[in-house]
Every structure is written in C-alpha cells, then in structure tokens.
C-alpha cells in the first residue's frame, strides 16, 4: 500500500517540460526530504534528485524538484526518447520509522 | 564508490522461508550513517520497502511484513540478510537490497541499490 500519491502516468513530446507530482502528508514529505527515482525496464532504480531539489553527479540538469508544503514535485525540461522510464517518489515517513513510496508514474515521451 | 549485490535463490516453495544475502564492497556496513535496506517490487507493480538494520543491529520493518521478516548484520563478511518466512505467491518479486543515507536525526536518499534479484514463491 502506497502512502505518497503520483499519477499513473504522463506524457509529452521532445522538447517538452513535463512534470510529475507526488503527494504526502505531515509524517513524510511535510517533515522530511523527498527523492526521485529513475527506473528501466528490468533495472534497478536509480537516484535521480535527493534533498527535494539536489541531483547526484552525472544527472542532467534537465530533471529538477521542488517541495512544498505536503507535495513534491519532479520536472524534466527538454524532453528526450531516453527518458521514458517509470519514475518514483519516496519519503521517510516518521509514523513508520522507514522509507514510504509512491506507486510510479510511467512517462512516455510520445 | 559503495556496490551492493544479492544473493540467494530464485524459487521458494509456498510455506517456505526466503533467504537473501547482500554483499557491500567499497565501504563498511559498520558505518553510522547508514540503514541497510530491504525494498521489494512485484511484477509490474511499485516499490515496497520491507525493512532497515543499522550498524548497531537495531532493525525496523514494515508493519505489513513485520510477523514474517527478519533482517540480519554480518559485519566480518560485510553483507546483510533478509529472511521472509511463511512465503505466499504474494512474495514473489524482485528483492532489492539498497543503502538508505541518515544523518543528525533525519533520514533522506537510498542509494544505492543493488541490481536486484528476483524470487518466485511456486511449488
């Protein structure tokens, strides 16, 4: 059972921004960081944004997030074909005393 | 740079106990920054995260596993283990073992995660 609600899916064209929600409560993402992951097709996901808004060496500054309140939020600019991936939202949750994530969202670049 | 890799078998039968390993290698497992973790990912559904240790050997698992696992620290091989007893079909999934980073009171990023390895609970 998810605890952080993203939508199922998303779309855009290249060139696009596009952008994917996530959202919480007070336990999680009001009180704690939000990361991002990026997962393909029969890989293990990967760090994409950390610290709400921080991206990890090596990840395009095309991916950026934001927070606010009890809703995050994920924005590719310059969409590209290689970005069709399933995209993941996660928070510690201090109700749980553990990492909560979202269901995914599967972004299809059209 | 910090690698994780599991291991363990692939078919459990119904009613058995599922047994993973994973091995650390590029840092210690014995480091006070870090839960060790346990997520989980049926096919083609999302992630679920199943449970932590730290390097103290203090655990905490999700409340829907909680009676069934049990997460184990092996500093002098550096690895980590999961143990799922009583499995059902509903167990079968991709197993990820994966490094959650805390620090001053607050838990943030997983990174990383090891490949994965997938179980499938079938007589």
């Known amino acids: 059972q998810s605890v952080l609600t993203q939508p199922p899916s998303a779309s855009g064209t290249p060139g696009q921004r596009v952008t994917i929600s996530c959202s919480g409560s007070?336990?999680?993402?009001?009180?704690?960081?939000v990361s991002w992951y990026q997962q393909f097709p029969g890989t293990a996901p990967k760090l994409l944004i950390y610290?709400?808004?921080q991206r990890p060496s090596g990840v395009p500054d095309r991916f950026s997030g934001s927070k606010s309140g009890t809703s995050a939020s994920l924005a590719i600019s310059g969409l590209q074909s290689e970005d069709e991936a399933d995209y993941y939202c996660?928070?510690?949750?201090?109700?749980?005393?553990?990492?909560?994530f979202g269901r995914g969202t599967k972004l299809t670049v059209l | 740079q910090v690698q994780l890799q599991e291991s363990g078998p692939g078919l459990v039968k119904p009613s058995e106990t599922l047994s993973l390993s994973c091995t650390v290698s590029g840092g210690p497992v014995s480091s006070d920054r870090y839960y060790w973790s346990w997520i989980r990912q049926p096919p083609r559904k999302g992630l679920e995260w199943i449970g932590y240790i730290y390097y103290t050997g203090s655990t905490n698992y999700s409340p829907s596993l909680k009676s069934r696992v049990t997460i184990s620290l092996d500093t002098s091989k550096n690895q980590f283990s999961l143990k799922v007893t009583s499995v059902t079909a509903a167990d079968t999934a991709v197993y990820y073992c994966a490094r959650g980073y805390c620090s001053g009171g607050s838990c943030y990023d997983i990174d990383p995660w090891g490949q994965g390895t997938l179980v499938t609970v079938s007589s």
């Open positions: 996660a928070a510690w949750d201090d109700s749980l005393n553990g990492w909560v």
């Open positions: 007070t336990s999680n993402i009001g009180y704690n960081s």
């Open positions: 610290s709400n808004n």
